[in-house]
Nanobody, 123 residues
Framework: QVQPVESGGGVVQAGGSLRLSCASLSGRSFSSYVMGWFRQAPGKEREFVAAISASGGNSRYADSVQGRFTISRDNAKNTVYLQMYSLKPEDTAVYYC???????????????WGQGTQVTVSS
């Protein structure tokens, strides 16, 4: 079982950068899970941001963040990262880390979720 815990959120100006981290409190099987990042803005549905395969060899991105965000993982540290560049006010949301078995862009296949970390981008 994986217990994701996010960190690294905060307030940043438009055009700035931020790196989110997601560590698993239970590390035994972390390296066998696909890890994904989702976000939810006020009044909106939770949406897919990025996902990375268990080995780290494959990744997927939402069109809205392609070229600006990079997902990576360090299985030795049981941690997945989301590096965000060129942030825009519309990136403001609570960002959630999730673990699953399929490299999916929808919420359903992800079984384990963190509590989220707030990212606010000011204009």
């Amino acid at each position: 079982q994986v217990q994701p815990v996010e960190s690294g959120g905060g307030v940043v100006q438009a055009g700035g950068s931020l790196r989110l981290s997601c560590a698993s409190l239970s590390g035994r099987s972390f390296s066998s899970y696909v890890m994904g990042w989702f976000r939810q803005a006020p009044g909106k549905e939770r949406e897919f941001v990025a996902a990375i395969s268990a080995s780290g060899g494959n990744s997927r991105y939402a069109d809205s963040v392609q070229g600006r965000f990079t997902i990576s993982r360090d299985n030795a540290k049981n941690t997945v990262y989301l590096q965000m560049y060129s942030l825009k006010p519309e990136d403001t949301a609570v960002y959630y880390c999730a673990a699953g078995r399929v490299l999916a862009t929808t919420r359903g296949p992800y079984n384990y979720w963190g509590q989220g970390t707030q990212v606010t981008v000011s204009s």
